[in-house]
């Protein structure tokens, strides 16, 4: 046990960081990039059925502020990352799949050769991409979204966890957190992917900044922190049997703490990581031991859910 050591589902983790899935992890020279950080586990890119190249580019896109992308799930199909997993090392670090079919029978498929390879990979169910023209997000059409579940909890019937969008009213924090307390199976809730079909506007150029979707993309960085802070602490709130991961708009040691104080138990780093590197999980970790140390904090687990209210 040593300060910032972590733990979910029951698995040890070194540290609570990891990449945001989609950031750093799409091919074997990536991955082994994050394994080689100081990163306490690593993700791999969403997968598909079969390998997409994704959106025409420019389709990433850096502001001083965040970023935007309308990357269009560009991956090298389920089997690559499967070999992968295949081949990792679990005792080096945990490594979490990133799974976004086109459809349920996708999913399906994929979850089931991946429960027939019975690795210890932990499975990440992608239901908010927002970049793949055409299809809406799962998790913003909660009749598809239990849909999906049912099947998946059936199929798969593994311990597993959801990528879920942010949400923007109470009403349907209440509504996604009741469907997903259905489903013993979801043991674990990552928020927030990012905030999609933003826009972003240069002002000199007078024109939209990545070419996919005339310019409409999803926002990462610090235009998100509070929004995201929002939705891991509105579902660590509501899902008391389960455990959130945190993403979104983390670049800080000061930032990994805000969202363990709203209740994540692990933390994935976006658009810092794109701009800084795997470098940034050894940046981070600095940060956040020297934070604990001079609040006095023995362990990040006494730090999980203890925001305060007034
Ligand atoms: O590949 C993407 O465009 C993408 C995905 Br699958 C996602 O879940 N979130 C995102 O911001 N981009």
Excluded at 108 to 129: G, H
Aim: proline letters at 7%; glycine letters at 8%.
């Amino acid at each position: 046990m040593s300060l910032l050591s972590a733990s979910l589902l029951g698995i040890d983790f070194a540290n609570p960081l990891l990449n945001a899935s989609g950031v750093w992890c799409r091919d074997k020279a990536e991955l082994d990039a994050l394994n080689a950080s100081a990163a306490g586990s690593f993700i791999t890119k969403s997968c598909t059925l079969v390998p997409r190249a994704g959106n025409p580019e420019p389709r990433y896109y850096a502001t001083p502020l965040g970023s935007i992308n309308s990357m269009g799930l560009p991956n090298e199909g389920y089997p690559y990352y499967l070999d992968y997993a295949r081949h990792h090392d679990y005792r080096a670090k945990p490594l979490f799949m990133s799974v976004a079919g086109l459809s349920l029978a996708d999913n399906l498929a994929m979850l089931a050769a991946i429960r027939a390879a019975d690795l210890p990979a932990i499975v990440e169910l992608n239901l908010s991409c927002p970049n793949v023209p055409g299809k809406p997000q799962i998790a913003y059409d909660f009749a598809a979204m239990t849909e999906m579940l049912e099947a998946v909890s059936l199929e798969y019937a593994r311990p597993f966890g959801v990528k879920m969008p942010p949400y923007f009213d109470i009403a349907h924090f209440d509504e996604a957190a009741a469907i997903l307390n259905r489903f013993p199976h979801v043991t674990f809730v990552t928020c927030i992917n990012s905030i999609g079909n933003a826009l972003i506007i240069d002002p000199e150029t007078e024109s939209v900044v990545i070419k996919p979707k005339e310019g409409f993309g999803g926002i990462g960085g610090d235009y998100v922190l509070p929004t995201a802070l929002a939705n891991v602490n509105a579902f660590y709130r509501r899902c008391p049997g389960k455990q959130i991961i945190g993403c979104g708009g983390v670049s800080t040691g000061e930032h990994v703490f805000m969202h363990l104080l709203a209740g994540a138990s692990l933390v994935q780093v976006g658009s810092a990581l794109y701009e800084e590197g795997p470098a940034i999980f050894a940046r981070l970790n600095a940060e956040l031991s020297a934070l604990l140390e001079r609040k006095g904090y023995a362990s990040i687990e006494s730090v999980r859910g203890k925001l305060r209210t007034l």
